[in-house]
C-alpha cells in the first residue's frame, strides 16, 4: 500500500499553470519535512521544493518566484503551484515526506509514485 498519493500532472503549454498535489495517509503522529523532487530524462532527481511542518520554505533558484509550496497540516497533504512554466519544467515530479508512524519516535522518508510534467513551447 502506498503511503503517499501524487495528483495533478499533465500536459501544458509554457506560461500555463499546474497544482500538483501529494497526500499521505496510514498511522500517522506527525510529519516533519515535505517537499518535491523532479527528474528529467537523462538527468539526476534535483530538490525542487521543500517545507518544514512549521511552514518554513526553500526552493530550487530555477524555479523561484513560480513555484509555491505548501502544506494543510490537517488532510496530510502537500502541494506545488506552478505558475509561468517553461519547457525545461518538463520532468517527473516526485513528492516526499518525512512521517513519523505512531507508536515510533523518528521519521521515516516515505514517496510518491511521480507525476509526469510536460510543458510544450
Known amino acids: 500500500q502506498r503511503q503517499l498519493v501524487e495528483s495533478g500532472g499533465g500536459l501544458v503549454q509554457a506560461g500555463g499553470s499546474l497544482r500538483l498535489s501529494c497526500a499521505a495517509s496510514g498511522s500517522i503522529f506527525s510529519i516533519n519535512a515535505m517537499g518535491w523532487y523532479r527528474q528529467a530524462p537523462g538527468k539526476q532527481r534535483d530538490l525542487v521544493a521543500a517545507i518544514t511542518s512549521g511552514g518554513s520554505t526553500n526552493y530550487k533558484d530555477s524555479v523561484k518566484g513560480r513555484l509555491t509550496i505548501s502544506r494543510d497540516n490537517a488532510k496530510n497533504t502537500v502541494y506545488l503551484q506552478m505558475n509561468s512554466l517553461k519547457p525545461e519544467d518538463t520532468a517527473v515530479y516526485y513528492c516526499?515526506?518525512?512521517?513519523?508512524?505512531?507508536?515510533?519516535?523518528?521519521?521515516?522518508?516515505?514517496w510518491g509514485q511521480g507525476t509526469q510534467v510536460t510543458v510544450s513551447s
Open positions: 516526499y515526506a518525512d512521517l513519523i508512524r505512531s507508536g515510533t519516535d523518528y521519521p521515516t522518508r516515505y
